[in-house]
């Protein structure tokens, strides 16, 4: 937010502090000054410039597009050849003569221009070097003597202060209000300013009709009516004062009403009343069908319930964010309905936020205005037209305002004001304090408590502590002396389900980080078309997205990690391990369905190139199998029993290299493997990228066991291998599990020795597989006879369940 201390000044003529002491005091108040800007309107390096007056002004008889003028400087008359657009005779303007020197190092010459000399120069403000506005020559005030060196003027310097304004405090989105705050923060008076409307047209009802039709969105609506207006340029401390504030001239009614915003904080809207069907204003909500074109000529499609100023027939304004083009003020307007309105914050913002269409009004209106400030603000902008538009005011305005209510009463504890700040305040002093700020103080007898009525322009004053803010930031943050503060232990334990859950991630986040990985955070809003890479279910879907890469709530980590490694390898990191614990989120299937929310971690390995080791012992192609190991390892230290790799091909990963991951041969819990070549190309991504993703949740619920000591065997085990015959389509690990299922006393592991496909040897189809089973007995040494008779009932589980041809 832009302030110039010279409106400022408007509010406070007795403020002498330096901008300095001025951005301090307000920084010190909560009201962050980032930067100091001054302006000046008379650059150096200028030689040869005076004031002068034009005279004269005829067309070129060589082009259409200039002018020939005479231009006194004071002592002769000149002839001189124009371009400027808004060169009138009678005008002041800053004059060149020939051998003067402008900021650019440019020396002004005798030139003849389409056969007509001109001896000089009339100036725009971006040839003097004080903007990059050349739309015209530098307008002059009427009082200007003429011949005076431009560099003699009374040199008009202002200071703009950038405020960064926080989002409770609406009220200082104006000037008043942070007149207001200055006025309390530095002791000077504080002065609103002199409103006084001259009525003399015809009575408001005979020009102009309003009904409000939705009281709830606009509890309050003001209006007048100005007729017989000249449209046509500001003022020139009007455009000025608007450009210092970082806005540009548009003509002078529509500058007024947007002078009277930020100087006021209150929004305003001026309509062509000519162009308003029947002269009937409606403040309603939209229908079905309906569309706006709004002053940005863009054509917009209403949704139904959204806020709008209507007339008869269709809707003219988009209420408190945008005017429509219809009805805006342009050259031949001379009569104008002037709006001022106050519009519940809710509506507003929901009205931006559907329309995807934000501006200085739909800012202030969505944080809230004064409601109370609405016809003071209308009767300012009225009073300002009349004196640079001309024109009669009509005689009253529309005020309809169903929605009054009485000012916010607190009623504040001082002891708390103790408890809070550390230090006692005197009940005068918070008196004081709280008159200051414009409330209402109300001491009460014991003098223990005070009470306060919040004026209309606080909305962000709501509850006690509130109150005891404000004291602390009037009398100064500095004056609270440090303490201690008590410690109070928080009795409140976690709960069983709550203790597992913390000391899962805990686990996961240390089995990874020693496995070489590294935790990452991303969002999790993500586009739509990256949600359906790795997930097929039902989207859920935001209603008010940031953009569109963040309109659906993930429904997998994965795009969110696949994302990080692009922007790692495009800053040539080559070897990356990731990973990330969070939630994922599923719309439910049918009526009524409950939004799904799931614990999970996924994580990623992309390498461009084999690291190289001492002998190249470390050098070779990391495939899907040292990746599987990885899990493996991590599945071991949850100590997560019967958990299997099974092959499968995942959404989003290669056929034949990913798989599922399965729980107790029945619970699907994951998903790892090669992110396919499709995805790859997607992302821009040259080196194979390895991803898995696991559910926690079923993992906490269903797998995790507990451990259990196991003695050291005192007898020794007995080592016998099984070659047989199987179809190759039998996965290994099923295979495994029924030969450790056999008999889950005798048999301590089993694993896979030697593995043969072979068109030659082999039927088409088989493979040959042999294990080496390991038997192991408690309490005794194993005979021969009893590995025998576990041995035979393995090989008739393996013929059984897979038709396999034991190998003798």
Request: charged content about 25%.
């Given at each position: 937010m832009k302030i110039s201390l010279n409106i400022l000044r408007k509010f406070l003529p007795d403020l002498s502090k330096s901008p300095g002491e001025i951005a301090e005091a307000l920084t010190m108040g909560g009201l962050e000054v980032e930067a100091i800007l001054p302006v000046r309107e008379h650059p150096p390096g200028i030689t040869g410039v005076v004031t002068a007056q034009v005279t004269l002004v005829e067309k070129h008889p060589g082009a259409d597009r200039l002018s020939v003028c005479e231009v006194n400087d004071g002592q002769v008359i000149h002839r001189v050849v124009c371009g400027a657009p808004?060169?009138?005779?009678?005008?002041?303007?800053?004059?060149?003569?020939?051998?003067?020197?402008?900021?650019?190092?440019?020396?002004?010459?005798?030139?003849?221009?389409?056969?007509?000399?001109?001896?000089?120069?009339?100036?725009?403000?971006?040839?003097?070097?004080?903007?990059?506005?050349?739309?015209?020559?530098?307008?002059?005030?009427?009082?200007?003597?003429?011949?005076?060196?431009?560099?003699?003027?009374?040199?008009?310097?202002?200071?703009?202060?950038?405020?960064?304004?926080?989002?409770?405090?609406?009220?200082?989105?104006?000037?008043?209000?942070?007149?207001?705050?200055?006025?309390?923060?530095?002791?000077?008076?504080?002065?609103?300013?002199?409103?006084?409307?001259?009525?003399?047209?015809?009575?408001?009802?005979?020009?102009?009709?309003?009904?409000?039709?939705?009281?709830?969105?606009?509890?309050?609506?003001?209006?007048?009516?100005?007729?017989?207006?000249?449209?046509?340029?500001?003022?020139?401390?009007?455009?000025?004062?608007?450009?210092?504030?970082?806005?540009?001239?548009?003509?002078?009614?529509?500058?007024?009403?947007?002078?009277?915003?930020?100087?006021?904080?209150?929004?305003?809207?001026?309509?062509?009343?000519?162009?308003?069907?029947?002269?009937?204003?409606?403040?309603?909500?939209?229908?079905?069908?309906?569309?706006l074109v709004t002053i940005d000529h863009a054509e917009r499609e209403l949704p139904p319930g959204t806020l709008v100023i209507a007339d008869r027939e269709r809707p003219i304004a988009l209420a408190g964010v945008m005017g429509g083009a219809e009805t805006e003020v342009r050259g031949e307007t001379q009569e104008v309905f002037l709006e001022s309105a106050w519009f519940q914050p809710l509506a507003i913002r929901q009205s931006s936020k559907m329309m995807k269409l934000s501006s200085e009004s739909s800012l202030r209106f969505a944080r809230g205005v004064d409601p109370e400030g609405v016809a003071l603000a209308l009767d300012y902008a009225a009073m300002l037209i009349l004196q640079i538009a001309g024109g009669k005011l009509a005689r009253g305005k529309v005020d309809s305002y169903p929605g009054k209510k009485p000012c916010e009463k607190l009623s504040l504890d001082l002891s708390e004001v103790r408890r809070v700040l550390g230090d006692p305040v005197p009940i005068e002093e918070a008196a004081r304090i709280f008159t200051s700020l414009g409330f209402q103080p109300e001491p009460s007898p014991d003098g223990s408590r005070i009470g306060v009525t919040v004026p209309s322009f606080r909305h962000d004053l709501r509850e006690p502590v509130d109150l005891i803010e404000e004291i602390a930031r009037v009398s100064g943050y500095g004056r609270i002396q440090p303490t201690w503060p008590g410690l109070r232990a928080d009795r409140r334990s976690l709960s069983a389900s709550e203790k597992k859950g913390v000391s899962l991630e805990r686990k996961v986040r240390d089995l990874f980080s020693s496995q070489g990985f590294a935790q990452i955070i991303t969002y999790s809003f993500i586009s739509s078309e990256e949600n359906q890479i790795f997930s097929s279910g039902p989207e859920l879907r935001i209603a008010n997205p940031l953009s569109d890469q963040m309109e659906i709530m993930r429904g997998s980590l994965l795009p969110g990690l696949i994302n990080t490694v692009v922007h790692n390898l495009r800053r040539k990191f080559n070897d990356l391990r990731f990973f990330e614990l969070g939630r994922t989120f599923q719309r439910g299937t049918g009526k009524g369905a409950e939004i799904q929310e799931t614990n999970?971690?996924?994580?990623?390995?992309?390498?461009?190139?084999?690291?190289?080791?001492?002998?190249?012992?470390?050098?070779?192609?990391?495939?899907?199998?040292?990746?599987?190991?990885?899990?493996?390892?991590?599945?071991?230290?949850?100590?997560?029993?019967?958990?299997?790799?099974?092959?499968?091909?995942?959404?989003?990963?290669?056929?034949?290299?990913?798989?599922?991951?399965?729980?107790?041969?029945?619970?699907?819990?994951?998903?790892?493997?090669?992110?396919?070549?499709?995805?790859?190309?997607?992302?821009?991504?040259?080196?194979?990228?390895?991803?898995?993703?696991?559910?926690?949740?079923?993992?906490?619920?269903?797998?995790?066991?507990?451990?259990?000591?196991?003695?050291?065997?005192?007898?020794?085990?007995?080592?016998?291998?099984?070659?047989?015959?199987?179809?190759?389509?039998?996965?290994?690990?099923?295979?495994?599990?029924?030969?450790?299922?056999?008999?889950?006393?005798?048999?301590?592991?089993?694993?896979?020795?030697?593995?043969y496909r072979g068109k030659e040897q082999l039927a088409a189809g088989k493979k040959s597989m042999a294990f080496r089973i390991y038997y192991l007995s408690p309490d005794h040494t194993l005979t021969d006879e009893e590995v025998r008779t576990v041995h035979r009932q393995v090989a008739e589980n393996l013929r059984q369940k897979f038709s396999a041809m034991i190998r003798e």
């Open positions: 808004n060169v009138k005779a009678g005008m002041k303007y800053p004059f060149a003569r020939i051998g003067a020197k402008l900021p650019a190092g440019v020396e002004i010459k005798k030139a003849k221009i389409r056969g007509i000399e001109s001896s000089g120069m009339l100036l725009s403000k971006a040839e003097l070097g004080i903007s990059d506005d050349h739309s015209g020559i530098m307008e002059l005030p009427d009082d200007t003597k003429i011949g005076i060196d431009f560099n003699e003027l009374e040199k008009d310097i202002d200071i703009v202060l950038e405020v960064n304004v926080t989002p409770n405090r609406s009220d200082c989105l104006n000037h008043i209000g942070i007149a207001r705050e200055l006025s309390v923060l530095s002791g000077v008076n504080f002065v609103l300013p002199q409103i006084i409307v001259k009525e003399e047209g015809q009575d408001i009802s005979e020009s102009a009709r309003v009904d409000l039709l939705a009281p709830e969105a606009c509890p309050r609506y003001c209006g007048r009516v100005i007729s017989g207006v000249k449209i046509g340029e500001s003022p020139v401390w009007l455009k000025e004062d608007l450009i210092r504030i970082g806005q540009r001239s548009i003509n002078n009614i529509v500058d007024a009403t947007n002078y009277v915003l930020f100087l006021l904080g209150q929004p305003l809207h001026a309509f062509d009343l000519s162009r308003i069907k029947g002269r009937e204003i409606l403040i309603r909500d939209s229908r079905a069908g309906e569309k999970r971690v996924a994580g990623v390995i992309a390498r461009v190139e084999p690291p190289e080791g001492w002998r190249g012992w470390l050098a070779g192609e990391f495939d899907l199998y040292h990746f599987k190991g990885i899990l493996e390892n991590v599945s071991s230290g949850l100590n997560v029993e019967n958990l299997s790799f099974r092959e499968k091909t995942s959404q989003g990963f290669e056929p034949g290299l990913s798989g599922g991951i399965v729980l107790d041969s029945q619970f699907e819990v994951g998903r790892f493997g090669r992110i396919a070549e499709s995805v790859r190309k997607k992302y821009e991504i040259l080196p194979v990228v390895f991803a898995f993703e696991l559910d926690l949740d079923t993992l906490l619920s269903r797998g995790i066991r507990p451990k259990k000591f196991a003695a050291f065997p005192r007898h020794p085990g007995v080592e016998w291998d099984i070659a047989f015959f199987v179809n190759d389509s039998v996965p290994y690990d099923e295979i495994r599990n029924v030969i450790l299922q056999s008999d889950s006393n005798l048999i301590k592991d089993s694993r896979l020795i030697d593995l």
